[in-house]
């Protein structure tokens, strides 16, 4: 599978591809790619990079408030080097990325209801919450509402991660008859011991299976 890689906000795709390096250079070994891209806005770092890692820094849209009308402008931004650089089969993100991966992914089937959906499988690790189409409101699903994203997802979350109950709320948006979720029990990061590593590959396979 060739994967879009998507990162969270105060990073840059060049740090998302150090944090992911774990799973993805055993992915890789396996046949799949991966192409890790840059926010469109330039931004301060995230505080738990700040002065550990070397910028520039990238969000998709501003942090720790609703996007707004810049969502539209992220999803469209996106969607732009998809074209330009696609077609991909998946997308991998973190936090921020997979708040606008998951909006893309239902802007993309209520503006193109008879085709394909984006993506064939969707990685959420440590995700942000999804935002309405419009950026002003927290997504949420009525408990007899249809699940909004139906397609193989992955949710990597940490217990302890500040974002956890976002990241909650994504996996509730998600079907579960078609989504894995691994919990490493820490904070807002991607594990590096062996343990948690072969765990958070095992889900991912899983889900690579699942999609096809």
């Known amino acids: 599978m060739r994967f879009l890689c998507l990162h969270g906000a105060g990073t840059s795709g060049e740090i998302f591809e150090i944090q992911s390096g774990g799973l993805t250079q055993i992915l890789e070994s ?7 891209i840059n926010g469109r806005l330039e931004t301060d770092p995230e505080p738990e990079i700040k002065g550990i890692c070397d910028g520039p820094f990238y969000s ?3 942090r720790d408030t609703p996007p707004g009308e810049d969502l539209a402008r992220a999803i469209n931004y996106t969607m732009n080097i998809i074209h330009r650089e696609g077609p991909f089969d998946a997308v ?24 394909p959906p984006l993506f064939r499988l969707a990685v959420f690790i440590c995700g942000a919450a999804p935002y309405t189409a419009d950026g002003t409101e927290i997504l949420d699903r009525a408990p007899d509402a249809p699940y909004p994203l139906t397609i193989p997802t992955v949710h990597i979350v940490g217990r302890e991660d500040r974002l956890y109950p976002w990241s909650m709320r994504l996996y509730g948006l998600c079907d579960p008859a078609r989504a894995e979720l691994y919990d ?14 072969e765990a958070m590959l095992a889900v991912i396979e899983r889900g690579i299976e699942r999609a096809g």
């Open 92 to 115: 991998l993100t973190f936090s921020q990325g997979a708040a606008l991966a998951a909006a893309m992914i239902l802007h993309h089937a209520r503006v193109n209801p008879t085709a």
């Open 184 to 197: 490493h029990g820490s904070k807002h990061h991607i594990p590096f011991d062996m343990k948690n590593t």
């Open 30 to 36: 396996k046949g799949h790619a991966f192409k890790y």
């Open 60 to 62: 998709h849209y501003e």
